[in-house]
């Protein structure tokens, strides 16, 4: 039996549909992408960001939510400590009750946190969850493992960081040295150029002067020669004669 041409048409439409939809539902929803620094030391008594960042396929708009979570250490149960929606959600009670504070900026994908005064009772997870829908409506975690320890613990990258520091310092501390000591030789040379040429100036003017009081001493010397040889004449005169 043949059927007319509109409802083959129509049957391999409705076929086509129908697979389109399968594949959309074969392909990975978008999702928001959470970047956390995994670890985090810092010293008893100090401040600590804990930062958060993420991207997404979506714009960042008004049904954006962020949620930070602490798993204190040694616990399987968590409890929320800070949210946003539109504006920043402190905490109201709890342990970190005026200590957490928002240190994010959502026009650059930035949802950190600060967390003041810190005490051993912080060791823990935080978890900090972004959801921007459409992107992933359940939304991505990151997790932060933080360490609140007595003092700073060196690791092989701090030694190495200290190494390459003081490297450079003494570096430095060599190269002042020796642009001193060539300003300090220049300085001593040329004193002693202008010494010299000091010297030299005044044995120049002495030999000018001495050539130009030559001539007074010459003429100085043939008129006290006159006056010897006036002098012996008359002395020669007044002596009484022999007639």
Request: aromatic share 8%.
């Amino acid at each position: 039996m043949d059927f007319p041409s509109s409802v083959h048409g129509h049957h391999w439409m409705s076929a086509a549909l129908i697979l389109g939809v399968q594949l959309l539902a074969l392909l990975p929803v978008a999702a928001v992408e959470v970047h956390t620094s995994k670890e985090v030391e810092a010293v008893n008594g100090t401040n600590v960001r804990l930062k958060c960042t993420f991207s997404s396929f979506s714009p960042v708009g008004q049904r954006l939510a962020v949620t930070w979570n602490f798993q204190p250490q040694g616990t399987s149960s968590a409890e929320s400590v800070f949210y946003y929606h539109e504006e920043p959600y402190p905490p109201t009670g709890g342990r970190f009750k005026e200590r957490i504070t928002w240190d994010g900026n959502i026009n650059r994908n930035d949802v950190s946190i600060m967390v003041w005064n810190l005490n051993p009772t912080d060791n823990g997870t935080f978890t900090c969850q972004v959801k921007n829908p459409p992107d992933d409506v359940d939304g991505t975690i990151g997790e932060i493992q933080l360490r609140v320890v007595q003092h700073v613990q060196f690791s092989e990258i701090h030694i190495l960081l200290i190494a390459i520091g003081s490297a450079c310092g003494l570096m430095i501390i060599v190269v002042i040295v020796v642009v001193v000591c060539r300003h300090y030789r220049k300085k001593r040379q040329e004193q002693s150029t202008e010494k010299m040429e000091t010297e030299l100036t005044e044995k120049e003017t002495l030999k000018s002067t001495e050539e130009k009081l030559l001539p007074c001493r010459h003429f100085r010397s043939k008129w006290l020669m006159l006056i010897s040889d006036i002098g012996t004449k008359l002395n020669y005169k007044c002596l009484p004669q022999p007639w």
